[in-house]
Nanobody
Framework: QVQLVESGGGLVQAGDSLRLSCAAS????????MGWFRQVPGKERVFVST????????DYADSVKGRFTISRDNAKNTVYLQMNSLKPEDTAVYYC????????????WGQGTQVTVSS
């Protein structure tokens, strides 16, 4: 069983930056692909970014390409999401998730961290 704990959220102004962290425990972190998702009240959780086990394969939602950067440190069991040039529409609860090898969906989820971007 993998436990994921996000941190780094907060209230910022448009154009500012934040770095989210997600610390994993209880499993072999390097064996999991990791992802970031976000959700606003009344809407479905949506994909933001994903990174492969080694970090060699990365993908982003079109809405964040060029502004967000995902990375991981397998030695620290942590995945990061660097968010630059934040916009009010980036306001959401951000969740990290872990996917087991060969899995088609994410198996483990964190509790989320709130990001609020004021205009």
């Amino acid at each position: 069983q993998v436990q994921l704990v996000e941190s780094g959220g907060g209230l910022v102004q448009a154009g500012d930056s934040l770095r989210l962290s997600c610390a994993a425990s209880g499993g072999t972190f390097s064996s999991y692909a990791m992802g970031w998702f976000r959700q606003v009240p009344g809407k479905e959780r949506v994909f933001v970014s994903t990174i492969s086990r080694s970090g060699g394969s990365i993908d982003y939602a079109d809405s964040v390409k060029g502004r967000f950067t995902i990375s991981r440190d397998n030695a620290k069991n942590t995945v990061y999401l660097q968010m630059n040039s934040l916009k009010p529409e980036d306001t959401a609860v951000y969740y990290c998730a872990a996917k087991r090898p060969g899995g088609y969906q994410y198996d483990y989820w964190g509790q989320g961290t709130q990001v609020t971007v004021s205009s």
